[in-house]
Each structure stands twice: as structure tokens, then as C-alpha cells.
């Protein structure tokens, strides 16, 4: 299986999932987008390609974006997963995402249905 973010894959299978499936997850983004502006939808659009460190969320079971590899927040989110549960999570880049984070290739693919 090919590992490597593709910067052109076609995502709006993946749009249309969290736009349908993650409604909590799709107001987070709208809220960011009001934040940030139109840079947190191609965030999720890296994320979604596979790029890490840009958008990673999970709802009701479904998990979308590309884990924050190296990054200690995901060990955070882990563990708060494990503990308390949760609704919905959404992880942003605290300022422009990192590039050039390790992408774990023995992990599963996130965000495939």
C-alpha cells in the first residue's frame, strides 16, 4: 500500500462523509474556517489526502484526516479517548501544519470507511 500523501487524490468522497455522517466534526470546521479562514478547508483537504500534522477527527465511530504523527498529541488524545470517551475530536494545527512529519506505516489507514 502506497504511504505517501497524494496531493492531487480526488477527497470529496471523504467531504461528503463528514458533511453527512459528522455533523458535530462539520461544525467544527465551518467554526475554524470563521477563525482561520479558507486555509482550515485545505487543511482538511491535505488531511484527507494523507498529509499528517494538518486535520485528524473522529465521530460516532468514523475517523477522517491523517494522525498528527511524532506530534505528543495524539498520546494526549489517546489516552483521553481511552479514559473519558468523547463525542467528537478534532486536531488542529496549533499554527501552520508541520511538514515533513513521519508517517507511521505500520499503522492502519485512518480515515477510509
Known sequence: MDTQADPKADVSG????????MPAVYKAIQAKAGEVGNVAY?????????????FWAIEGGRVVGTPFYGHPVMD????????????????????????GLQRNTGAAQHGQA
Open 14 to 21: 471523504k467531504v461528503a462523509e463528514i458533511k453527512e455522517h
Open 42 to 54: 485545505e487543511w482538511v483537504r491535505k488531511a484527507l489526502r494523507g498529509e499528517p500534522g494538518c
Open 76 to 99: 494526549v488524545v489517546a489516552k483521553g479517548l481511552v479514559e473519558f470517551g468523547c463525542a467528537y475530536v478534532c486536531i488542529w494545527p496549533d499554527q501552520q501544519p508541520a511538514m
